[in-house]
């Protein structure tokens, strides 16, 4: 099910890339939930006090009747709730409540499942004054040293901090139409270049499609999307999902807490390094 050949993956102008990640139809967080999982449940709060943000949900349910924690973030369907929900881009409040479901998941000894899609954290000055960046830091850190399993998938667009804050996982998936990366295309393009028009230069020099990105050890494989992409048939692109996760989750369960530690660490460690040249 799961792709892990990049070979079997087409090429793909950046252009295309960028709009199939950003495409409105692509199925929300809360969407691939209640489609995905059995009985969930959401659950809200950061229990501190400060509120709930909108742009990431989670709960429990159940993953082809294995009980998990699921977290995402959710960009909202129409333009009234991605207003409401901040496009997904996440308030310190969103990472600190999905801090706590984290730590539910290890006192109840439940895997975490987490799902992303956000162009990068909300950048707003009110979010900077309550901890944005320790709070991003934070869920990195506490992903990183979590003693049960965590598959992360990729969904739609995975954008700097604000993704790898929920992204720090045992197998890290993404789907054939989604994109990640360090910076924004156009991000990237405004700093290099002084031109956002020249995003789709900065798509291609980011390397930010499924192909590449399983080809470069950021992914560990490639969840297929149904013929004419995720939007033209959601219903079975959340049953690849499914049978993606539950094969992933089943591929690091049962490993001893510390080496599930050791091997998560020495993943992300590995980002960007390159091999030692043959003698």
């Known amino acids: 099910m799961l792709v892990r050949d990049p070979a079997e993956l087409p090429e793909r102008e950046p ?120 709070a991003i830091a934070e869920s990195i850190r506490l992903m990183s040293g979590l003693p049960v399993p965590i598959v992360t998938a990729i969904t739609g667009e995975g954008g700097s901090g604000g993704a790898l804050a929920l992204a720090v996982a045992d197998r890290v998936l993404a789907c054939s139409g989604a994109m990640y990366s360090v910076i924004s295309p156009e991000g990237c393009a405004a700093i290099l270049w002084k031109d956002q028009a020249a995003a789709p230069l900065a798509a291609a020099a980011l390397r930010i499609g499924a192909r590449d990105l399983l080809r470069n050890g950021i992914v560990d494989a490639v969840v297929p999307e149904p013929d004419g992409g995720t939007p033209a048939d959601p219903s079975a692109a959340a049953e690849l999902l499914r049978a993606a996760l539950t094969e992933a989750l089943a591929e690091v369960s049962g490993l001893p807490p510390g080496e599930l530690v050791a091997r998560r660490r020495r993943r992300f460690r590995g980002y960007g390094a390159v091999p030692a040249p043959r003698p």
Request: charged residues 25%.
């Open 15 to 134: 252009e295309a890339v960028i709009a199939a990640a950003r495409d409105q139809d692509r199925p929300t967080t809360l969407e691939y939930a209640n489609q995905v999982l059995d009985n969930f449940q959401e659950l809200r709060g950061d229990r501190l006090g400060t509120g709930d943000c909108p742009a990431i949900v989670g709960g429990v349910g159940r993953l082809s009747g294995r009980e998990v924690v699921l977290i995402g973030h959710q960009k909202g369907r129409d333009t009234a709730e991605r207003v409401q929900r901040n496009f997904g881009m996440a308030l310190p409040e969103g990472y600190r409540k999905a801090a706590r479901l984290m730590r539910l998941a290890v006192k109840l000894g439940l895997p975490v499942v987490t799902l992303v899609d956000t162009p990068g954290a909300h950048p707003g000055i009110g979010a900077e004054e309550r901890g944005q960046a320790w």
